[in-house]
């Protein structure tokens, strides 16, 4: 149904973003996992959220770290800088929601505006899903049971009635049809599955097999893998091996992996020398695996994978062939036999062939030979990447499980380090060198294996080509168990990084709360300071030196984690916690825990080492909550933030004095400027409230920065900061005026915001609304009488239409005498056109006060064909060609001295003499060449 609705949807030309939530598969499981999905959907049809992504990915790099409110946030972002689009999510309730800001996402998205945003969800009617989503949709549509078996029973008459050459089916269709509905009791599964079985049957007749049919979908199950495991010879053994591998893949496994790590047991997992692992695998277990288009296995349903796990069953433990049930597969057990499978087929030989790298190696420098030794040996990618994550979830500590992990880690050198190459490819990390197998068991959170190593080797600090050791490997990857066993062995907790980092930085980082907690007790210093600056830093980035623990979780929102510091921390260092670092970046729920403390409170109007104050930040990240919250708490809606050197400190007095810096208001006209692809990006409804939060907690709109600007003089710098053919200019002036910012307004070169225009921001709406404002269009600022048009056409802004429309004047003359059209002739990028429409209204024969008319000004050149044809229109407009300036010059000793030889040919084919001479006696002749 959902799919089909999809097709439909498209038909619309609207994006459709959609997700099928499946419980079998990991991938598919998980509300993290829709929102990555949803968001690689939506990337193509939003510029904005690829810049706001590019930016996320630089604080998170593995997109597994990121924060889950950061994700559910750019999603909401997304949404927001598409038009229209329809969202669909399939099988909530297949959903492993165990977040509640997924609820709160989804509540949010079912309250957005039906214009712009539908939100469709198909669930079975969970109690705790009804409950969290009540009031949240404006339509409920409940399948009732009454339809759902009528749809049913068609669906078997359908089915039935094309097996005209099945006599028998043909001869119980009624039959067929009424007791398979009845017992179907609401589940097409069940009726699918029986009808299948129905069909294929040739030994029992049709009567007998409706006698027998299973009263419930355990027994079904169990029939059919009954069934199949006769028919195909397979024995249950084997049946529950490839079950359970299907079941705890991390990712679903193709036939081919399944095939060769069948073939690598010594057992071959219960199946004969005669028997080929592929057909077994195709066939051993019937309709309840389906093989995909990629050749990929997958259960055929959620239900089919609860039955197998559910513990509360009543079957026999140990796979028997006489069985009446099926054995009960145990996660742990499982991912204990995966873990060993992973190690024998890593050991088999894979990595004969394998040269090893010298230290540290890229993945990229020998992928080609990664990807051919990986078509020799199908399932080493799987068993190389995920060994690591099924070692972590069998909780095994047995003898027999650490000897295999000894012989791979410890025992084979070669295949340890060929299996880094491998485990390192999956996310493109260089792999460092001196990397301790210690160092991989903290990685991956093996807290008994990590105590066997350390038995042995005794000393917790090794440290990796990165001076990582293994407890900042567990603080990195959040596990606190084995990090617990390393802080028994006296493992160090201040051992800082190649990037200055120590282990509590990462912690904090990471957001692990309960790994804080341990290193706090063991003595961390949540203020300490990271000592170098990363090795992947750019020159021109902002420094990292000196940030702390605490100030990482505040910039990244973990709140949790936050508190936690904070409650180690004395009175003195508490005092030094500033509430810009949570507001910079626009993490609110963090700066309201944050200003429960008085201490931190005091901070709020202070500046940082930058020179900001907390609510000049908020502004420019236009965060509107954090600017609300910061507002709220009495932040000082004027107070200004002044950019230092690093040399500078901050002086209030001085600020206050010389009016220096800008303003939060100043920072909110520059949200979203972006440059060389960094910056933040926000959404236009967001920028929009964070202004007008600002205004009316009563911000002044006629401070000045330094420059003596207004905020109404960024109008013009308005399009960096958002896509093509965004609205924001007229939002942003409109926005303004309104609430009284004054358009007459001048800066210290004496320009006022008309004066700001060039040629690629002239906007006849932005002009007409500042003239409706009361702005003079034709004010000459103080000193050089420059006009808006005049600074338009000096900055080759070659459409007057615009500011004639509002009331310019075109013939007012500058301090030199020079009109706009002296100043236009000037752009290399004139058109005939341009100059056609500048005549319409302008006076060419006005001279400046060397004695030039605008012709004079005309640039010359190699590409200037357009100009050339356009000195006609320049003498039909009364221009005279022999018009002198104070030197006695012709516009044709001008072109003698200046341009290429066709410009001179046009003036004299438009009359100009060529035997004029000036005031020295000097000819045209004599100019062209002296």
Not at 161 to 177: K, P
Not at 724 to 753: M, Q, W
Not at 871 to 899: P, V, Y
Request: hydrophobic share 35%.
């Amino acid at each position: 149904m959902a799919a089909k609705l999809i097709r439909t949807l498209k038909e619309e030309g609207i994006p459709v973003l959609f997700f099928f939530a499946r419980r079998i598969i990991k991938t598919n499981s998980e509300p993290r996992q829709l929102l990555q999905d949803c968001l690689y959907q939506l990337l193509d049809h939003s510029v904005l959220l690829q810049a706001r992504l590019k930016t996320l990915l630089a604080q998170h790099p593995n997109v597994d770290s990121t924060p889950f409110h950061e994700l559910r946030d750019l999603f909401l972002f997304g949404l927001g800088t598409v038009s229209k689009v329809y969202v669909l999510f399939d099988a909530l309730d297949e959903l492993a929601i165990e977040n509640d800001g997924f609820l709160q996402l989804l509540q949010k998205l079912g309250q957005q505006n039906p214009e712009s945003a539908k939100l469709i969800i198909t669930s079975r009617p969970e109690a705790h899903l009804q409950t969290a989503l009540r009031g949240s949709f404006r339509n409920r549509i409940r399948l009732t049971g009454a339809m759902v078996d009528q749809d049913i029973t068609t669906y078997i008459a359908h089915r039935v009635v094309n097996q005209r050459d099945n006599h028998a089916v043909a001869e119980n269709r009624s039959t067929i049809q009424e007791r398979l509905g009845r017992k179907a009791q609401g589940l097409f599964l069940y009726a699918r599955l029986m009808l299948d079985q129905i069909l294929l049957q040739s030994e029992l007749s049709v009567e007998k097999h409706l006698q027998h049919l299973p009263s419930s979908l355990e027994e079904m199950y169990v029939s059919i893998l009954r069934e199949h495991s006769s028919r195909s010879g397979a024995s249950q053994h084997f049946q529950c091996w490839l079950l359970s591998w299907v079941t705890h893949a991390c990712r679903p496994l193709r036939v081919t992996e399944l095939a060769a790590l069948v073939n690598s047991c010594s057992d071959r997992s219960g199946l004969s020398s005669s028997q080929d692992a592929k057909i077994m695998i195709r066939t051993s277990c019937g309709p309840l695996l389906e093989i995909l288009d990629n050749e990929t296995v997958q259960v055929i349903h959620h239900s089919f994978t609860e039955f197998l796990l559910d513990s509360n069953r009543s079957t026999a433990t140990i796979p028997t062939e006489t069985s009446d049930s099926f054995p009960v597969i145990t996660p742990t057990s499982t991912h204990r036999s995966l873990t060993l499978l992973c190690v024998d087929y890593l050991l088999s030989g894979c990595f004969r062939s394998w040269s090893l790298p010298s230290r540290p190696t890229k993945p990229a420098d020998h992928e080609a030979d990664r990807k051919q030794l990986m078509v020799h040996f199908p399932f080493l990618q799987y068993a190389s990447q995920n060994l690591l994550y099924h070692a972590a979830n069998c909780n095994a500590n047995d003898l027999e499980f650490i000897l295999q992990l000894d012989s791979l880690f410890q025992n084979d050198r070669h295949s340890l380090e060929s299996w880094k190459d491998f485990l390192f490819a999956k996310e493109n990390q260089t792999v460092p060198d001196r990397l301790h197998p210690l160092h991989l068991a903290a990685q991956a959170g093996l807290p008994v294996y990590t105590q066997h190593l350390l038995k042995e080797h005794r000393d917790p600090d090794l440290a990796d080509s990165c001076n990582r050791t293994a407890a900042t490997y567990a603080c990195m990857h959040g596990n606190s168990e084995t990090l617990a066993v390393l802080l028994g062995y006296k493992a160090s907790v201040t051992i800082n990084d190649i990037d200055g980092l120590a282990p509590i930085h990462h912690a904090a980082r990471g957001n692990h709360v309960k790994v804080v907690q341990l290193l706090l007790e063991a003595g961390a210093d949540p203020m300490s300071p990271k000592s170098c600056e990363d090795q992947s830093h750019w020159i021109w980035r902002p420094s990292t030196i000196g940030k702390t623990p605490v100030q990482y979780a505040c910039e990244l929102g973990h709140t949790a984690c936050v508190l936690e510091l904070l409650q180690n921390l004395d009175l003195p260092s508490k005092s030094t916690v500033l509430p810009h670092w949570a507001s910079a970046t626009g993490q609110w729920k963090t700066l309201e825990a944050l200003l429960r403390h008085p201490v931190i409170l005091k901070n709020l109007n202070k500046r940082d080492g930058h020179g900001n104050t907390a609510l000049f930040l908020a502004a420019r990240r236009a965060s509107s909550e954090t600017v609300r919250i910061l507002l709220h708490y009495g932040a000082d809606v004027d107070g200004r933030s002044v950019k230092l050197n690093d040399s500078e400190a901050p002086s209030d007095l001085d600020i206050a004095r010389n009016g220096r810096g800008q303003t939060p208001i100043h920072a909110w006209t520059a949200a979203g400027y972006r440059i060389w692809d960094r910056g933040d990006v926000c959404s236009m409804e967001e920028w929009k409230r964070t202004g007008v939060l600002l205004i009316e907690a009563g911000c002044d709109l006629e401070a000045k920065n330094d420059a003596g600007q207004t905020a109404l003089f960024a109008w013009t710098k308005q399009y960096m900061c958002t896509p093509r053919g965004s609205d924001r200019i007229e939002r942003f002036v409109e926005i303004l005026l309104t609430h009284g910012a004054n358009p007459c307004a001048t800066d210290n070169k004496g320009d006022t915001p008309l004066h700001n225009l060039t040629g690629s921001n002239i906007n006849s709406t932005v002009i007409k609304m500042f003239v409706k404002a009361g702005a003079d269009i034709n004010y000459g600022r103080q000193g050089d009488l420059v006009t808006p048009l005049i600074s338009a056409a000096i900055c080759r802004g070659g459409d007057v239409m615009p500011f004639i429309e509002n009331g310019a004047d075109p013939n007012p003359q500058d301090s030199d005498g020079n009109t706009a059209l002296h100043h236009i002739c000037t752009s290399w990028s004139l058109r005939y056109s341009d100059v056609q429409k500048w005549l319409e209204f302008a006076d060419p024969t006005v001279k400046n006060k060397a004695g030039e008319t605008c012709i004079y000004k005309l640039a010359f050149g190699s590409d200037g064909h357009e100009r050339v044809n356009a000195i006609s229109l320049f003498t039909e407009k009364g221009l005279d060609l022999e018009s002198r300036d104070r030197r006695g010059r012709t516009a044709l000793h001008a072109a003698c001295a200046n341009a290429e030889p066709h410009f001179i040919i046009g003036l004299l084919e438009n009359g100009a003499n060529a035997k004029a001479i000036d005031f020295q006696h000097k000819s045209c002749e004599y100019t062209r060449y002296h």
